[in-house]
């Protein structure tokens, strides 16, 4: 009998749910500086990196034709059903933590825990892998002007092969977090100085690659058949993946029931009509079937013989992954803050700098494990575990919605609400299990590695720790 009531009381305290009162005092030490726009410069940083250079011609070669176009539209339906998911929570909920904040709010403690560690691996895997992408397309930039840096420090450390760091990786990450550092107003501008640089190449690619265009080369426009446009879809779908941290700044945003909404669906929007333009004028410059190559918008370039525009697209192809960069290691200071703020992980991770009105700490941690982890391994089989973490956050936050609408102490009278409720959230969160059905048994394994960690620490840690004991 007393081990029931004692197994009851555990199972009480880690479904306990967290006050937003309190979460809002605390996130009240933040500037709320943020507009729609920037999280719209945000959220296009995060998304748009080197795949838009990529995935259009190699799953327009291996799976649907000219119609990736379609592809990218499906993808964008599906995601968007989780984005609007997201807005609604951004816009009843504007605290920082995104996903992690939602699931102690609404679900209880250890389900938010259990979200704030796959987003742990979301937010810090992403950025360690793309840093090492960084410095493969900045040694390459550099080797084009006859600098070539010593091989010892342009690789993991294996020193059976001679590589012992990967410097550039490195420093790109110790540089990004030293931008952020100096406030979250600078970091914006220079982010949203890069998202245009980017955007402008993107536009140039467009208006030289259109001049270009024949359309014999869409005919047949569905080679692979309806089959062949739902695999593409598939594919694709995780080219999307990342406007959901634009969320994790809801406590630094200015009127975030309307900006909130704003930032999240805009970003998907203009991403789509970016992904659709470059597909269409891509697979319309040169046959599909040519395009199965590693960078195929350079390749048709080339074969147009505009040399000069495909060597202005490695330099897209740097600040789409900068802007990424600066957007995830943004996200994973607020997340650890977030956990920090709650007691989960210690306390001195949730205090904000004075001054700068950022969480140096937390920033400080973020930098040194990113920067480690993308300077000394090779991550080329972890990445999917990226994916992983954002289809869960995904899944709960839709389901989310269903006990947020029914709380009738989080007003969101004048915010966005899920339309077709609550029909939209259910559809939502079972794409995104489908989703998570496509993933490898290899990817799962690793993953079940992470969270039993993650559990370990709970359990030693935090739920001793935990601020709602107090």
């Known amino acids: 009998m007393q081990r029931g009531i004692l197994s009851m009381s555990i199972k009480e305290r880690v479904f306990k749910k967290e006050s937003l009162d309190r979460y809002l005092a605390e996130d009240r030490k933040f500037n709320k500086t943020l507009s729609a726009k920037d999280l719209i410069s945000m959220g296009i940083g995060a998304v748009i990196g080197t795949g838009i250079f990529i995935l259009p011609g190699t799953v327009a070669a291996l799976h649907s034709g000219p119609a990736i176009t379609i592809s990218f539209v499906i993808a964008a339906l599906v995601c968007s059903t989780a984005a609007m998911c997201y807005a609604e929570f951004s816009s009843a909920l504007p605290i920082a933590g995104s996903a992690y904040s939602f699931g102690n709010v609404v679900f209880g403690e250890i389900v938010g825990w259990f979200l704030g560690w796959a987003l742990i691996l979301e937010y810090m895997l992403s950025v360690a892998a793309v840093s090492t992408g960084f410095s493969a397309y900045f040694n390459s930039l550099l080797a084009g002007f006859g600098i070539h840096l010593p091989k010892a420090i342009t690789g993991p450390f294996d020193p059976a092969n001679g590589t012992f760091i990967n410097l550039p990786a490195v420093l790109i990450v110790l540089f990004i977090a030293y931008v952020l550092s100096r406030g979250l107003r600078t970091s914006m501008t220079i982010n949203s100085i890069v998202v245009v640089i980017k955007i402008a190449i993107i536009i ?154 950022t969480p140096e700490k937390s920033m400080l941690i973020v930098t040194v494990i990113i920067a480690l982890t993308g300077g000394f391994f090779s991550l080329n089989q972890l990445t999917n575990l990226v994916n992983i973490g954002t289809l869960l956050a995904f899944m709960f936050v839709s389901l989310g919605v269903l006990p947020l609408r029914k709380r009738k102490d989080i007003p969101n009278k004048d915010g966005f609400k899920v339309p077709f409720y609550p029909v939209l959230p259910i559809i939502s969160a079972i794409l995104c299990a489908v989703m998570l059905a496509q993933l490898s048994l290899e990817t799962w394994t690793a993953a079940f590695v992470w969270f039993a960690v993650g559990m370990v620490i709970y359990f030693s840690y935090g739920i001793k720790h935990s601020k709602i004991n107090e």
């Open 204 to 357: 140039l690619f467009l208006l030289v690659g259109m001049f270009y265009v024949k359309p014999a080369n869409w005919d047949p426009f569905m080679p692979f058949g309806t089959k062949g446009v739902l695999v593409g879809a598939a594919q694709v779908f995780f080219a999307y993946l990342g406007f959901d941290v634009v969320a994790s700044s809801a406590a630094e945003v200015k009127e975030p029931a309307k900006n909130m909404p704003r930032g999240i669906i805009g970003t998907l929007a203009i991403c789509t009509l970016l992904y659709i333009l470059v597909s269409i004028v891509l697979t319309g410059m040169i046959s599909y079937t040519k395009l199965n190559v590693a960078d195929p918008v350079s390749f048709a370039l080339y074969a147009v013989k505009q040399n000069w525009v495909a060597g202005i697209i490695s330099v897209s192809a740097l600040a789409g992954m900068f802007t990424m960069m600066v957007t995830m290691v943004y996200s994973s200071s607020r997340l650890i803050y977030s956990i920090g703020r709650d007691g989960l992980l210690p306390k001195f991770l949730g205090q904000i700098n004075e001054k700068t009105k």
